[in-house]
């Protein structure tokens, strides 16, 4: 077999028939059917199992009912008959021991009582007969024949055909797969039915064993591999169930039956088996086997959607239903929660007519046979025919099957199993339907209320989490969030971005002790405390060191862990604080990926006086630097030293867009326990920088024509005589004030960027400048504030460390091209700071402010 990275083509329909049929114990399949006036049973169709000997030619071409032969004696007693080696000698009836020497034989009616229609004739290949399992299998292979038959009509086969009409579809219809696989390669031949059980698309699979692997549930692996690379001590047939995760999400039991044949030396050369359903299998034993099965299912079912899965497969295909719906019941509204088949087309008109999400829901009132059930709370079983309304008969034209749920002394909620063809109720089906539902409300209102929890965490966490991260001059952050797999989905994991100005910008990212509400609660008080001392101007250590006392003070017995970085987004310069977080990493420019190096602190909380030093690191355009709690990277299965290595090695390998790469490296926590939050920042470095100018403003009487002066030599050098009036009154408002209002240190910055011209003014006082609410005439102040707001686009105020700032922005006309760009000095201007010719520093030769006189 090739083995190559494409897709491969599965096994070959015919191949796949013979070897499940070879596991089944047979060597040749026969089907009889009834000919015209009941004159005998005449053959039509036969199959062999791979490596059968037994030749077709040996079969009958015909059994006179009058022979007594096991095919006649099997139609006309209704009933299976099993024969082995010694059986069938003894039998002598029609030759059967001298034409199968050494052979078992099955003979199974196909029909019912009233509608007889002939024989599955099966020669075994062992000499003691059929085992349980493989008379089990072989029952539903006949039942599933009759139903071709009944199927066919007036137009079932009456002589050979040639064609495999009945063996090979009803076969088929039992999802029974198979499988080669030669031990040491790797390469497996899989055929069409076993891909579709895993859920693997036949144009997805490559032909190795890997590729199987991958959908099983890790705990079951080492069951599998056994059989993969097995040993010479376990050569011969082997039996083990196992589970897989398809692409949906839904977890599958799975059988599978393989034998293990070695060469001359002992050693294994080849695997053969078969798969199928173990939800198929399992309850054809005993109805008690069933109910263990659905008992241990449902106990491993969480969600109302899982306990949907499990009811479905547990009474679908095992009972042969071709419609089964799972709902809750919600005032008078019935809400389904899981549909088998899901397609709209295949339920009743009512139904879908409110279909108007994931699952319809309808009121109980167009619905009064149910309605009337529901009432009563014991199951109701319909027979073909019945009078029911539309929205009902069309769920089970063949018979309906309605099971209340109880919880709790009320009904939860309510399964329908329908059936298209007749389908008779017998006395162990009804007592089987009962415990199921007995079984199935319990853990449906327990998936409801585990639901209503998680739904409620997970708003909670949404609440205390940013809704969405600032766009930032010269880079782009993203986040992502993932709840704990188990226990409450509420954690204490956060993350934050946070602009500080124009062109600072914080990332942090922590993670609060422990999985409860306490911890979210604390999560979100240390958010807002970091956030708002992170405003506040304070550089990141002090930060940290505010946030550790906060949280030790508040005595919550819970500590935190921290990771905070200041990145000045004009230099690339970033200023870290680790706080017994994990250290952040980076991807560099070329690809490369590295742990930064951060001298680490005491996790928050632990000790009021701790030390948090401050690490600094450049960043170079394009670098991405990554911050994750510990969930990402270490789980009960997974070391941290080993989640750091797939960390660094999908950081390197992943997309240049950030969003792409944030799902990369979700996937590092395929087996995650811990909640996970990822915060990652591209730093692109800014396009256009802008140009800034300072000045410290002493306490003189002079003060603000000084201000005025540099002001106007910085609007020159920067060719922005044009705003200057504009810009000088401002300056003069707010420099006026901070003197006259405050005490300390004042300084005035100007910055220009693109189409803005920022006046900022800094003091020491931490109150805010107050516009005046009422100002008369007569006064002789008051009115600054309401000059700097009309002549500016936006204004405000914020804190800083040790102050506040009072900030205004004013348009600048866009430059045309050809334009001097901000910082560009043209021939004869002076660079900030310097005097003009002309002018001395004790002079002020600006224009002033034209403001007409009694107004502003």
């Known amino acids: ?49 791979a490596g059968a000997t037994t030749a077709a030619h040996a079969l009958p071409e015909h059994y006179a009912l009058s022979d007594r032969s096991p095919a006649a004696d099997a139609l006309c007693t209704g009933r299976p008959l099993w024969l082995d080696s010694a059986a069938l000698t003894a039998y002598q009836r029609d030759g059967s021991a001298a034409r199968w020497p050494g052979a078992s034989l099955g003979a199974l009616p196909l029909g019912t009582e ?66 080669v696989l030669l031990p040491g390669t790797g390469l497996i031949e899989a055929d069409a039915t076993l891909l579709d059980l895993v859920g693997i698309a036949p144009d997805d699979f490559d032909g190795t064993v890997d590729t199987l692997l991958a959908h099983t549930v890790p705990e079951d692996l080492p069951a599998l591999l056994s059989i993969v690379e097995p040993s010479a001590q376990v050569a011969g047939d082997r039996e083990l169930e196992f589970r897989i995760r398809r692409s949906t999400g839904e977890v599958r039991w799975l059988r599978l039956s393989c034998r293990v ?42 969600t109302v959607r899982d306990v949907s899965r499990v009811v479905v497969a547990a009474l679908g295909e095992p009972l042969g239903a071709d419609r089964v719906a799972l709902a809750e019941l919600q005032a008078d509204r019935l809400v389904v929660v899981g549909l088998d088949p899901p397609q709209a087309d295949a339920w009743p008109e009512l139904w879908r007519a409110e279909w108007h999400s994931e699952w319809p829901d309808t009121s109980l009132h167009a619905l009064p046979s149910l309605r009337a059930a529901l009432r009563e709370g014991r199951p109701r079983l319909w027979p073909a025919g019945a009078a029911l309304e539309p929205g009902l008969a069309g769920i089970g034209p063949g018979g309906l099957a309605v099971l209340p749920l109880p919880a709790h002394g009320q009904v939860a909620g309510v399964c329908l199993i329908g059936w298209d063809a007749p ?5 162990e089906e009804r007592s089987l339907l009962t415990a199921t539902a007995g079984l199935v409300g319990q853990t449906l209102m327990r998936a409801h209320t585990y639901d209503a929890e998680q739904e409620l965490a997970t708003m909670l966490q949404r609440s205390l989490l940013p809704r969405s991260l600032p766009k930032l001059p010269g880079g782009v952050a993203v986040a992502r969030y993932l709840p704990a797999t188990r226990g409450l989905q509420v954690g204490g994991d956060w993350y934050d971005v946070i602009a500080l100005s ?56 819970l500590f935190a862990t921290v990771a905070y970085v200041e990145l000045d987004m004009e230099e690339g310069n970033a200023w870290f604080v680790r706080a017994g977080h994990l250290a952040p990493l980076v991807r560099r420019p070329d690809g490369t990926t590295e742990e930064v190096v951060v001298e680490g602190g005491l996790p928050l909380g ?51 867009d950030v969003g792409r790469m944030a799902d990369a490296l979700l996937a590092v926590a395929d087996r995650r326990d811990d909640d996970v939050a990822l915060l990652l920042l591209r730093y692109d470095g800014m396009r256009v920088r802008p140009i800034r100018a300072g000045w410290l403003v002493w306490r003189l009487p002079d003060a603000v024509m000084h201000a005025r002066r540099f002001t106007a030599r910085t609007l020159r050098s920067w060719d922005l005589t044009d705003q200057a009036d504009v810009t000088l009154l401002v300056v003069s408002e707010l420099v006026t004030n901070a003197l006259m209002h405050t005490h300390g240190a ?52 914020v804190p800083v460390g040790g102050g506040k700032q009072v900030w205004s922005e004013i348009v600048v006309p866009r430059r045309e091209p050809g334009d001097a760009e901000p910082g560009e000095t043209q021939p004869g201007e002076a660079q900030p700071g310097e005097a003009q010719p002309g002018e001395s520093e004790s002079g002020n030769t600006e224009p002033g402010p034209r403001v007409r006189q009694g107004g502003a």
């Open 1 to 49: 077999m090739p083995h190559n990275a494409g897709a491969v083509s599965p096994a070959p329909e015919p191949t796949g028939r013979e070897r499940v049929l070879a596991f089944a114990g047979v060597s040749l399949a026969a089907v009889y059917v009834l000919g015209e006036g009941s004159d005998g049973l005449r053959l039509v169709e036969t199959a062999k199992a």
């Open 114 to 179: 009233g509608s007889r229609l002939g024989c599955l004739l099966i020669v075994g290949s062992a000499t003691d007969g059929f085992e349980a399992e493989q008379r089990a299998l072989l029952l539903r292979y006949a039942d599933a024949i009759t139903t071709r038959l009944r199927g066919a009509g007036a137009a079932r086969p009456t002589a050979p055909t040639g064609a495999a009409t009945l063996l090979g579809p009803a076969l088929r219809s039992l999802r029974v797969g198979s499988f």
């Open 261 to 302: 044949g070695t060469d001359a030396a002992g050693r294994p050369e080849r695997v053969v088996g078969v798969v199928t359903s173990a939800a198929a299998l399992r309850p054809c034993a005993d109805d008690v086997s069933r109910v263990q099965w659905l008992t241990t299912a449902l106990d491993d079912a969480m």
């Open 423 to 427: 389908h008779p109720f017998g006395p």
């Open 502 to 557: 124009e062109s600072r910008v914080a990332l942090v990212i922590g993670d609060v002790q422990g999985h409860s509400a306490a911890a979210a609660t604390i999560m979100g008080q240390m958010r807002t405390a970091v956030r708002a001392y992170a405003v506040e101007g304070h550089p990141p250590d002090v930060v940290v060191s505010h946030a550790n006392r906060l949280l030790v003070g508040m005595e919550a017995d």
């Open 606 to 656: 632990v000790l009021a006086d701790a030390e948090f030093p401050m690490t600094a690191e450049p960043l170079a355009p394009g670098t991405v630097l990554a911050l994750f709690t510990d969930g990402l990277v270490e789980s009960s299965t997974l070391h941290l030293d080993e989640g750091m290595r797939r960390m660094r090695g999908a950081l390197a390998a992943a997309s240049t």
């Open 746 to 797: 004042v300084r005035l910055d100007l910055t220009y960027a693109v189409d803005r011209l920022r006046v900022a003014v800094t003091d020491s006082s931490p109150r805010a400048p107050a516009k005046p609410v009422v100002t008369d005439w007569e006064a002789t102040g008051g009115r600054g504030l309401l000059l700097v707001e009309a002549m500016s686009a936006s204004w405000g105020s």
